[in-house]
């Protein structure tokens, strides 16, 4: 069975500092990749989306970058945090190629805090 | 383009009474639609999906909604709420012809159920 696995599950970081967040999948061959953030009471915000190996679609301009250095698995990155960057970051996938009625399938998330 | 809409950012029960939680979508297309759960602190989990054929669809946990698209919409029912049911469920749609060939569903901003003892 597949499996995604997000860490860490907390993390609280200085403005200005650095940031990594990984995500990987288990048991699945070149799925599709997303990041997402969650705002108190805002839903959730697509952040990057990636359908392949070095393939990444930013959706909304910011401050953080994303990549895929292997197949099943997504990184999250910043050079220096703001404030505004905390959150709840989930990375999810879904099978390749569609078909599109197919669920997304969420990590148990990273609560980030910026001090 | 895309969208959804959850009337109510927040429901509040009691226990043992109807949840029925409202989503309407936009698309040019027949739609998949989607609902989620999220639990405080975890990712969301899929309790049900709308893809062709029954409009009435079972999810877990005894969840149900109905797709009606004379009305756009997807609500979610349960006969009789649990304690263990106060959550974020979130309701999604896909189509392909919004996504331009990617799968990027489009998320409501979610609905936080609270039940009451």
């Known amino acids: 069975s597949q499996t995604i696995h997000q860490w860490p599950a907390t993390l609280v970081q200085p403005v200005g500092s650095p940031l990594s967040l990984e995500c990987t999948v288990e048991g699945t061959s070149n799925p599709n990749l997303y990041w997402y953030r969650q705002a108190a009471g805002r839903g959730l915000q697509l952040l990057f989306y990636?359908?392949?190996?070095?393939?990444i679609s930013s959706e909304v301009p910011q401050n953080l970058s994303a990549s895929r250095p292997q197949d099943r698995q997504f990184i999250l990155s910043s050079k220096k945090l703001l404030l505004s960057d905390s959150g709840f970051y989930l990375c999810a996938w879904s099978v390749p190629k569609g078909p599109f009625n197919q669920p997304q399938h969420f990590g148990d998330g990273t609560r980030l805090s910026i001090l | 383009a895309q969208s959804v809409t959850q009337l109510g950012s927040h429901v509040s029960v009691s226990e043992g009474a109807l949840v029925l939680l409202r989503c309407n979508y936009s698309s040019s297309v027949p739609p998949y639609l989607f609902w989620y759960v999220q639990y405080p602190n975890q990712g969301l989990q899929l309790l049900l999906k709308?893809?062709?054929?029954?409009?009435l669809v079972k999810g877990i946990n005894g969840f149900e909604a109905e797709f009606k698209k004379s009305e756009t919409s997807f609500h979610l029912t349960k006969p009789s709420a649990h304690m263990s049911d106060a959550a974020e469920y979130f309701c999604a749609v896909s189509d392909l012809e919004a996504s331009g060939g990617s799968y990027i569903p489009t998320f409501g901003r979610g609905t936080s159920l609270i039940v009451h003892p």
């Open positions: 709308y893809t062709t054929g029954a409009t």
């Open positions: 990636s359908v392949g190996i070095g393939q």
